[in-house]
């Protein structure tokens, strides 16, 4: 056994009590509260599970898959079910317009520690962010946010043991306990997937920022839309059949892009307008937002409302010419 004034085995020449001695220390601590974070959160995570799962709740679980998966019945949705248990139990909204985890507190306020009264607040303003890799010592990574700007340390390295400094990662990051974690699996990408996917989300956000403070909140608000691009990431299958000009608009969600980007007096209409199309069509094709836009578009114009296709293109991010085509489409049906 090493004493305190033998050498330092590491090869610095300093005594091990100056040296190593200190850093084994620090990383001891660190594996401590990263075991108990792990524990505390993952009790509260299966309370929750056991909860969401419950007869009451079987239309909710069904709905919350139906938006999760972007292809029914591949095996390969499989590997993603961590990722989706995550975004039915924090992110999902139920019927009741609350996510899972809150109905959860709700009903079992007296049963949930201050403790874990924290991690969920924590867990519902997470968001799936693309990080840089600034800097990785033995105890912390550095990792900045190419969206916001900002810089968080990670603290349980196990999850990013392979990445280096300078790789790009996509994961979610909630601090439980007092530890900033990923919450999901990690994702490394490349350069020039990184510039396709912060092209993509600046033009969405773009597209709908009056309705968010920041990217920040935005990114918060559209966690599924994150977890879809990971699946695409994950499973070639998914990016060879959804991309962004032939995707099965059923799985659009095009009643919810209404709901969220349409203003509240013109909704009815612009859904039972679309409910029309569907019956007259029955083989849709095309990206859901293009479509909810050709509708807004239309529905604008019947009432009289001064607009323009590249205004209405600009807040759903997509191009002009695309709209024009979904409204043709449309008004020939």
């Known amino acids: 056994m090493m004493g305190r004034n033998d050498q330092c085995i590491c090869g610095s020449g300093k005594k091990y009590k100056k040296c190593c001695l200190n850093k084994e220390k620090k990383i001891s601590m660190l594996r401590k509260k990263i075991e108990l974070s792990q524990s505390i959160d993952t009790n509260l995570i299966n309370k929750i599970y056991?909860?969401?799962?419950?007869?009451?709740?079987?239309?909710?679980?069904?709905?919350?898959?139906?938006?999760?998966?972007?292809?029914?019945g591949l095996k390969e949705n499989e590997k993603f079910h961590r990722l989706f248990n995550t975004y039915y139990m924090n992110?999902?909204?139920?019927?009741?317009?609350?996510?899972?985890?809150?109905?959860?507190?709700?009903?079992?306020s007296n049963e949930v520690s201050v403790v874990e009264r924290d991690i969920l607040k924590e867990k519902l303003t997470s968001y799936i962010g693309i990080y840089e890799v600034v800097d990785i010592k033995e105890d912390k990574a550095l990792l900045k946010d190419v969206l916001t700007n900002e810089e968080t340390h990670m603290e349980d390295l196990s999850v990013i043991d392979n990445v280096k400094t300078g790789e790009i990662i996509v994961g979610r990051i909630a601090k439980i306990v007092n530890v900033n974690r990923f919450l999901d699996v990690v994702v490394s990408i490349s350069q020039k997937t990184k510039e396709r996917l912060v092209d993509d989300i600046t033009k969405i956000y773009n597209g709908n920022k009056d309705n968010y403070k920041d990217i920040k909140q935005f990114m918060m608000y559209n966690t599924l839309m994150m977890y879809k691009y990971i699946q695409q990431l994950l499973e070639p299958k998914i990016?060879?059949?959804?991309n962004a000009e032939n995707?099965?608009?059923e799985k659009c969600e095009i009643k919810e892009i209404i709901l969220e980007n349409i203003e509240a007096e013109y909704v009815e209409e612009s859904i039972r307008i679309w409910n029309e199309y569907k019956r007259k069509v029955k083989d849709i094709k095309g990206n859901g937002k293009s479509w909810a836009a050709a509708i807004e578009y239309h529905v604008k114009k019947e009432n009289g409302v001064t607009t323009t296709q590249s205004m209405i293109a600009n807040k759903y991010g997509i191009g002009v010419s695309t709209l024009g085509k979904r409204y043709k489409e449309f008004k020939e049906a």
């Open 247 to 249: 995707i099965d608009v």
């Open 239 to 242: 990016v060879e059949n959804f």
């Open 91 to 108: 992110d999902y909204i139920t019927t009741q317009n609350k996510p899972i985890s809150i109905l959860f507190y709700e009903q079992h």
């Open 50 to 72: 056991n909860y969401s799962t419950t007869e009451e709740l079987h239309n909710e679980f069904l709905n919350a898959q139906e938006k999760f998966f972007m292809v029914k």
